[in-house]
């Protein structure tokens, strides 16, 4: 896993965050990003998973300096809000999650490529919910089919510009690189949250204000 920056301040005039590390200017890590985030809504049942819908949201940097991604969080879920029974809770949810980001890297917007219907029943329940705050924005990254956007996946890995952080995504991806044909992202949640952040980022780039 990435560690954690220990501070970030938020460049309202830039659009970007300085991410701290160990306290330390000269830290690696250290320096000027870009945040946005990527989300698969949980609606079709993962291979394995038991008919258990599963979603993956992420949240990349981009590094203004070296022009490399970094997946700094990332998180599978399957609701909104916790769900708790007989006092236990059952499934966590995304919301603290959601939080996280916006209070450690200020990051605001998650991009998402879902039918409509699926979209605005999860929006509904972001809006909805009193333990996320502030609300996140999700952005459309519209796209004809899944080939035509995971060249921009493998290119940034084989090109070494992409630093995956978890389990989950590296195991999905070599998945995903060893299926026969043409590949269904819905069957990779963590590599479709990632795929639609690295795309919209790609598409729509930060650029330096005039």
């Not at 998180?75 to 450690?104: H, K, Q, S, Y």
Request: charge should be neutral.
């Amino acid at each position: 896993m990435i560690t954690p920056p220990t501070q970030s301040t938020y460049q309202s005039d830039r659009k970007t965050t300085i991410l701290r590390f160990e306290n330390d200017d000269s830290h690696p890590m250290t320096g000027e990003y870009y945040c946005r985030g990527g989300i698969c809504w949980p609606v079709v049942p993962r291979t394995g998973a038991g008919g258990i819908a599963i979603g993956h949201a992420v949240m990349v940097g981009f590094n203004l300096q070296t022009k490399c991604y970094t997946v700094f969080e990332d998180v599978e879920f399957r609701c909104i809000d916790p769900i708790l029974e007989n006092g236990r809770m059952t499934f966590e949810g995304i919301a603290n999650w959601l939080n996280n980001c916006w209070a450690r890297y200020f990051c605001h917007y998650f991009y998402y490529n879902a039918p409509e219907l699926v979209h605005r029943t999860y929006l509904m329940q972001v809006l909805r919910s009193e333990m996320v705050s502030p609300k996140p924005a999700f952005i459309e990254i519209p796209w004809q089919s899944d080939d035509q956007v995971l060249p921009v996946f493998w290119s940034l890995i084989n090109t070494k510009r992409l630093k995956q952080s978890s389990a989950a995504i590296k195991d999905q991806a070599r998945q995903c690189q060893g299926a026969l044909g043409s590949v269904e992202l819905a069957l990779y949640p963590a590599v479709y949250a990632l795929t639609c952040a690295l795309v919209a980022m790609e598409r729509w780039p930060w650029r330096e204000r005039i």
